[in-house]
């Protein structure tokens, strides 16, 4: 088989919060994969820096052991990790101080890429930005690399944009969306803009509505103390499904190209309506009998009487004409019946019925399935074979990538994408600042709504079900019904 891997130029890869878990889970193992299949070339380094006062042998058997936890090291996994550590180095440095910040400075090349990945919490880019920049760290060329949140609303996303460009231009800004770096999600993009029977019938004059749906099994064990300031508002509205949202609703761009891709994403999250409170559903997860997990949500929020959702459904209207009439209706929710994520689109039902009597004669549901088992199923109608007259049934037309792509192998981590597009520079999958302000601009009157209300606390739903009966009767208000989770 021809290699599809193109090396990319040598680089120097500091990653600040490189004894954090984000590092470990998902930063290091990706690029160590990206490592294994030869992408990098050798004289390509990964510095990493945090407030451990580690030493390179301590850095590099942390993420040797990273890596086979984590990672998916293959038959060659022991020897690979021993060649790949010896590019790493490591320099503590203070994020809040001057300590460290001379020292990181001499480790690094003029000649090379420079690419600062931030894997720490928001509070910490201005400080670190400023050091960077005080300290002479950086170079015209250098990039940045944001991890989410960005921000907690539309005020702290604003600050922290002008605390970044006082020392990064935008090009240099890389802020990142995971979501953005799945197979899936780009692929549609793909299925929209590289194929030609979609799109003519991509609007509402044959689009009924779009649910979007990230539904997850695990619940906030762990991350209370964050997730219980976050919600499933600000932790996945806000920037995930938004992104999956936009990818669905946009215009076709001209060219794939940064600028001109996030322009078309920005252009949907502007023409969005403001959203009532009577067209979303809150919900909380609470313990349940027919589960073996007897934790609820409020278990692990520190406020025992916390009304922070777990789950959220919005009937959402994108206000342009390619959209009006046609509702995109999102839904996340942790502890959820399974793990499932998927956009799926329904068309209008045929215009008139010619098989009188019978019944079945649906509009077409197209199905791209984000994780797991990704691919793509398109809900057809067919005659239900043999005797007893014109039956209709349904049967998918289904196509999963692992059964289509066999030679493609083990499945990537969306961060394996995402930071060897740092390192080619390509910021067409990461979000502009304005198009995050823009976000925020949309999701925080409707945090202020239920903030502020008296009857703002979430319905409780039961651990391992489809979340509370609100976000059903959401839909049955508008007489539709939500796909089933996990069935
Ligand atoms: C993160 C959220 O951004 O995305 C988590 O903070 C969530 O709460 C996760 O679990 C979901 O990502 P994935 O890739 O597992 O769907």
Redesign the pocket.
């Known amino acids: 088989m021809v290699s599809r891997v193109i090396p990319v130029d040598p680089f120097d890869l500091i990653l600040f919060g490189a004894t954090g878990d984000l590092a470990r889970r998902k930063i290091l193992p990706s690029l160590f994969h990206r490592y294994q299949i030869g992408q990098f070339s050798p004289e390509s380094r990964i510095i990493g820096s945090s407030r451990s006062k580690l030493d390179r042998a301590g850095f590099q058997d942390l993420v040797a052991e990273a890596i086979r936890e984590f990672g998916q090291a293959g038959e060659t996994g022991d020897a690979d990790i021993s060649d790949f550590v010896q590019m790493l180095d490591y320099v503590p440095v203070d994020a809040k101080g001057d300590t460290g910040w001379p020292e990181l400075k001499a480790q690094l090349r003029p000649d090379v890429i420079r690419a600062f990945y931030l894997s720490v919490g928001p509070s910490l880019f201005p400080d670190i930005a400023s050091r960077l920049s005080s300290f002479g760290v950086t170079t015209p060329e250098s990039r940045i690399v944001l991890e ?1 949140p960005f921000g907690h609303d539309l005020a702290s996303a604003q600050a922290l944009n002008a605390a970044l460009s006082s020392h990064f231009t935008e090009d240099q800004i890389y802020r990142i969306d ?2 953005l770096g ?1 197979e899936t999600v780009q692929n549609l993009m793909a299925l929209r803009f590289a194929n030609s029977l979609f799109e003519p019938l991509w609007n509402s004059t044959h689009i009924d509505h779009v649910q979007i749906t ?1 539904a ?1 099994s ?1 619940g906030v064990a762990g ?1 209370g103390e964050y ?1 219980d300031r976050s919600g499933a508002m600000r ?2 509205v806000q ?2 499904m938004m992104q999956l949202l936009c990818l669905t609703a946009m215009e076709p761009p001209s060219k794939f190209t940064p600028n001109a891709v996030r322009d078309e994403k920005v252009k949907v999250i502007e023409a969005l309506e403001p959203v009532s409170q009577e067209t979303l559903a809150r919900g909380q997860y609470r313990a349940s009998r027919s589960t073996s997990e007897p934790d609820s949500y409020l278990d692990h929020a520190n406020n025992p009487a916390s009304t922070t959702e777990s789950f959220i459904a919005i009937k959402v209207q994108v206000a342009n004409w390619r959209w009006a009439g046609t509702p995109f209706y999102l839904r996340t929710g942790k502890c959820l019946r399974a793990r499932e ?1 998927e956009i799926a689109v329904y068309s209008r039902d045929p215009p008139h019925n010619i098989f009188e009597g019978a019944a079945g004669v649906h509009g077409n549901v197209l199905v791209i399935r984000l ?1 797991p088992d990704e691919g793509i199923t398109l809900r057809t109608t067919i005659k239900d074979p043999g005797p007893g007259g014109m039956r209709l049934t349904a049967a998918n037309l289904d196509m999963t990538f692992a059964d289509s792509l066999p030679e493609a192998g083990r499945p990537q981590d ?1 961060y394996e994408r995402l930071i060897m597009d740092v390192i080619r520079g390509n910021q067409t999958l990461f979000m502009r600042g304005d198009e995050v302000e823009a976000a925020w601009a949309w999701a925080d009157p409707i945090i202020a709504g239920w903030s502020q209300g008296a009857g703002d606390a979430p319905q409780a739903y039961d651990r391992g079900s489809s979340g509370p009966d609100d976000s059903l009767l959401l839909m049955h208000r508008d007489h539709r019904r939500w796909r089933g989770i996990g069935t």
Do not use: F, T
Request: aromatic share 12%; proline share 0%.
């Open positions: 989410k995971h979501y799945k990230v997850e695990i991350r997730y932790d996945m920037n995930h994520s994780q969306a």
